[in-house]
Each structure stands twice: as structure tokens, then as C-alpha cells.
């Protein structure tokens, strides 16, 4: 009887026979050979699809982080690489593929990653550099970040965001440097008449478990880690200076007459440490 010769999807791990497989030379094997299934070869998920599954160990610091990376290109490559990295390859009609990362505690998995995105960008397996495409970062904590205070921070938006959004408004070279690309229509600035739920808003507070900042955009690794960094320390501001004191009661009376009062004060104050630490990192 003659045997056919199987193997496994580096996906699934599902094993079929080699005819039923699509053979990927694999970037960090040193050419050896890897499969894909027909099923993880081709398929999209959805535009709303939500990844929510986690990778990693909680951190001390309690921060999980999430990239949305949208490409002009795909190939069989990327979708090896990204996919047997727990990748999930959705449909999104502005670019040709985006793909949702897990959720990572912690940056050491995210940081290999964008350095595999930078390997299959420069071969021409993914374009992320394209002017359609972002790579939007999700910033999330297992403590500060959830349903009650994403609200606190909506109820505030405007104080805690629009004189960061006026000076990068005002630097749009300083924004594509740090960023990757300045604020668009697709990641648009706040105003006084922005809608906190509003999905295009740079900042974006429309879900419950973590902040999106919608301008990232990759370029290369060391760019997109250095502008994770920063929306990092700008999370730690806002859930130092604003978050953790919402319900503190007012020491001074006179000054601040009831909490909406106090409450606008230290979001005012953690707006104007956003705009240092942006300039900060956009300076370095």
C-alpha cells in the first residue's frame, strides 16, 4: 500500500496529507519548510472579530497590550509567521488583510513580533508602510482599566485631551516621527465638539477594557515600540493622575466647590503632562 506523506499546519497543527498543504518557506527556520491548511491559508474573520484571548503572564505592572496591523499585502508567508503566533487574520475593506494580535501581558512578546513584521515587510510579505494603514495599539490593565473608569475618563475627554491633540495638531512632522503618520480622518483630533464614543477619535474610549490609540502606525520595529512606550507612560499619567483620585473628596473647599470641580482640575493637570511626555519622546 502505498503511504502518502503528512504533516501539520503550523496554524492548527492539524496533520493532512502534503498534497492537501500549502508549503511556506519559514523566515526563522533557515528555510526549512512549513504548512498551512487551506482553511488558515485563506480565511478572514470578520471586521468586528474581537481577540480575546491572552498571551504571556501577568505583569507587575499590570499593563496588556493588543496590535491591530493592517497590510496592503499579504502572503503565505505572513500568515505562517503571524498565525502560529496566535495572530487572527480579519477582513477590513479599507486594506487587504488586518490581523488582531492576542492580548499581551507585557511587552517582550509584542517587541519580537513587530521585529517579524519588519522581516516580512522588508521581503514584501506584508505592507504595513502603505498610506491606508495603521496599526492601531490597544493599551489595557488588569487593575485601572474596565468599564467604571474607561467612564470616568469619557466623562473627562475634552479636559484630559484636547491640548494634547492641539499640539500634535500643531507638529504634525513630530507626530509621523514618533507615530508613524500624523492625525487623519482615520484617527482624528479631539475638539470640543468630539463625542467621547466616537470611533475615529485618535484616542479612541469605546470599549471598556482598553484604550485604543488609533495613530500608531508601524514603519519599522524600533519606531512602533518607541510609540508604544510612550502610550504607555501616558496611560501610567492618566491612571495615576486622574484615575486613581476620581472619587477623592475635595481637601480645599473654597477652590473646588463640589467634585465635577476637582475632577475637571486633575484631568487638566494630567493634560498638560500628556503633552510633556509626547514631547518628551518626540524629541528623543
Not at 40 to 52: I, K, L, M, N, P
Request: net charge positive; hydrophobic share 35%; with cysteine.
Amino acid at each position: 500500500m502505498l503511504l502518502t506523506a503528512k504533516c501539520a499546519c503550523a496554524t492548527c497543527n492539524v496533520t493532512l496529507p502534503i498534497h492537501c498543504m500549502i508549503k511556506v518557506e519559514k523566515n526563522n527556520r533557515g528555510g526549512a519548510a512549513a504548512y498551512l491548511c487551506s482553511y488558515h491559508a485563506t480565511r478572514q474573520e470578520g471586521y468586528s472579530y474581537e481577540h480575546d484571548r491572552f498571551s504571556g503572564k501577568e505583569k507587575a505592572h499590570g499593563f496588556t497590550y493588543g496590535i491591530e496591523a493592517e497590510s496592503m499585502a499579504d502572503s503565505d508567508r505572513a500568515r505562517m509567521e503571524l498565525q502560529s503566533r496566535d495572530f487572527v487574520a480579519t477582513s477590513d475593506y479599507t486594506v487587504r488583510v488586518e490581523y488582531k494580535s492576542p492580548i499581551f501581558y507585557g511587552l517582550n512578546a509584542l517587541s519580537k513580533d513587530c521585529t517579524t513584521i519588519q522581516t516580512l515587510n522588508t521581503n514584501h510579505e506584508l505592507d504595513t508602510i502603505h498610506p491606508n494603514c495603521g496599526m492601531h495599539l490597544n493599551i489595557g490593565h488588569v487593575e485601572y482599566i474596565n468599564a467604571r473608569t474607561v467612564d470616568y475618563i469619557r466623562r473627562f475627554c475634552h479636559s484630559l485631551f484636547i491640548p494634547l491633540s492641539n499640539y500634535m495638531t500643531a507638529h504634525p512632522e513630530e507626530v509621523e516621527q514618533l507615530f508613524g503618520r500624523s492625525l487623519n480622518r482615520w484617527a482624528e483630533p479631539y475638539t470640543e465638539w468630539s463625542d467621547a464614543d466616537d470611533h475615529t477619535n485618535f484616542i479612541n474610549l469605546q470599549h471598556n477594557n482598553r484604550i485604543e490609540f488609533r495613530v500608531c502606525k508601524f514603519i519599522n520595529a524600533k519606531q512602533y515600540i518607541n510609540a508604544t512606550k510612550c502610550a504607555t507612560e501616558m496611560m501610567t499619567a492618566i491612571i495615576n493622575n486622574f484615575v486613581k483620585h476620581f472619587n477623592d473628596q475635595p481637601k480645599d473647599s473654597r477652590r473646588y466647590s463640589n467634585k465635577t470641580e476637582y475632577r475637571k482640575h486633575k484631568a487638566e493637570m494630567t493634560a498638560a503632562k500628556l503633552v510633556k511626555i509626547f514631547k518628551k519622546y518626540a524629541e528623543a
